[in-house]
């Protein structure tokens, strides 16, 4: 109306209107005066409820932001994690130890690369036990299981027959069960068994050198005295009246000659068995002289004890290619074992058995007493580090186990003979291809 009285004035009609909707506004004002009063509770309580859902819908748009955040530190820590443990993995897969990680009920978690490739039956996600059964009743699961029960660590040393490895393990208990490093130790064994067997061996000598002692001086001073005997009788046949003829000289010579020859075989059998020759380079040797000066270096144990010894060798056995002195403590163990069988046993008849001869191409030495022989049960064992059948103070069981290593290294063989029911052991050693110069060696030799 006011606008349209800006463009045609009609004032009295505004003032009408104006005046009806004054007395129309009336009867409206006192209508919702009495009406207001019963409704106002509701309308508090609306607004009331308006204003709560606004509250909630406030705290949960906070909420929601709140866990967004939270998802999104979540989801950077998750993934920081995942680096670290990249990174662990990769440190882990580096070095050279075996990293197996097992989980309370056995079953294999985690394996680092070292142990994928060192441990043919490794399975993530298997039973540990079924992955190595060979590990089931021995000291490694008692071991294991008493990391897994008591939460302590333990550390050892265990053989794994299935991969023939030697490894040295510890076990650590975690929050998922239990964690065992472990690396092999093989050769550290094979150096340190071999050290061992070494100096047990070198105690060995020496106790044979000490069994000998009291017969070695009476095989060299028989020597001495003949040749002292011998070279008095020709200086006093020399100062007489009657000089000796020249045949006399010659077969004193010859006596003196063969005594002193006598007396260094058996110093060169005895420096032989005191000393180290597995470094020494392989030269053509006479097994037959080799053997003699082992007769030789025990002879006087053999005639106190009333030991016949019987010998019996091929003149024709060419030079073989060895270490003299390795080959010489061999055949001079096989005497001292031979010799230990009969003193032990006390048989009726005592006697020891050394043959010589020429076989398919190599030259075989075998050793036989008469002693009780040699039980099956034991039979398969003889060969090995320390195991022997000999009494207390007797014997190590280095002997045999070094004795057939050395035949070894000479690409023979030391067995133990089936065909007789005495003890006999047999040293096989092949013999070089022949040629004119190592025949003429073993002309000369002999």
Not at 338 to 358: G, H, K, M, N, Y
Request: charged share 25%; with cysteine; proline share 4%.
């Amino acid at each position: 109306m006011e606008v349209l009285n800006l463009c045609w004035p009609r004032y009295h009609v505004a003032a009408a209107i104006r005046i009806a909707c004054a007395l129309v506004s009336v009867p409206t004002a006192i209508f919702f005066a009495r009406a207001t009063p019963p409704i106002a509770p509701d309308i508090r309580n609306f607004l009331e409820v308006l204003a709560s859902a606004q509250q909630q819908r406030d705290d949960a748009r906070g909420a929601l932001d709140a866990s967004e955040t939270l998802a999104m530190e979540r989801k950077q820590a998750a993934k920081e994690l995942a680096t670290v443990n990249k990174q662990l993995h990769s440190v882990m897969d580096s070095i050279s130890e075996c990293i197996l990680q097992i989980g309370h009920d056995w079953r294999i978690i985690y394996g680092n690369r070292q142990a994928i490739i060192t441990l043919p039956d490794f399975c993530v996600g298997a039973d540990f036990w079924s992955c190595f059964p060979a590990l089931r009743d021995s000291l490694a699961e008692r071991r294991l299981q008493t990391v897994m029960t008591t939460r302590s660590e333990e550390k050892y040393d265990n053989y794994y027959e299935p991969y023939n490895l030697w490894h040295r393990v510890y076990a650590f208990p975690t929050d998922d069960g239990i964690s065992i490093f472990f690396f092999d130790i093989t050769e550290e064994k094979k150096l340190n068994e071999s050290l061992t067997a070494e100096r047990l061996l070198k105690e060995r000598h020496i106790e044979s050198l000490s069994h000998m002692a009291g017969g070695l001086a009476h095989e060299i001073s028989n020597p001495l005295g003949i040749i002292h005997a011998r070279a008095s009788n020709l200086q006093e046949a020399a100062e007489g009246e009657n000089p000796p003829s020249a045949n006399d000289v010659r077969l004193a010579c010859i006596n003196i000659v063969r005594t002193s020859d006598r007396a260094i075989r058996i110093l060169r059998g005895l420096r032989g068995l005191s000393r180290e020759a597995s470094k020494d380079p392989m030269f053509l040797a006479d097994i037959l002289l080799i053997c003699d000066e082992c007769i030789e270096l025990q002879q006087s144990r053999f005639d106190r004890h009333n030991i016949e010894m019987r010998i019996s060798v091929n003149p024709n056995i060419p030079l073989l290619l060895c270490r003299e002195v390795q080959i010489g403590q061999v055949v001079s163990n096989l005497l001292n074992n031979a010799f230990d069988a009969i003193v032990q046993s006390s048989p009726e008849e005592c006697w020891i058995s050394l043959v010589v001869e020429q076989k398919d191409g190599h030259a075989v030495i075998s050793v036989t007493d008469s002693g009780p022989g040699i039980s099956h049960s034991v039979r398969d064992h003889l060969m090995e580090p320390f195991f022997t059948t000999k009494g207390i103070r007797l014997g190590m069981g280095v002997g045999l186990s070094l004795s057939r290593a050395i035949a070894i290294d000479h690409g023979g063989a030391l067995v133990l003979s089936e065909d007789t029911q005495c003890t006999c052991f047999q040293l096989i050693l092949p013999i070089p291809a022949q040629n004119e110069e190592s025949t003429r060696q073993m002309q000369e030799a002999r």
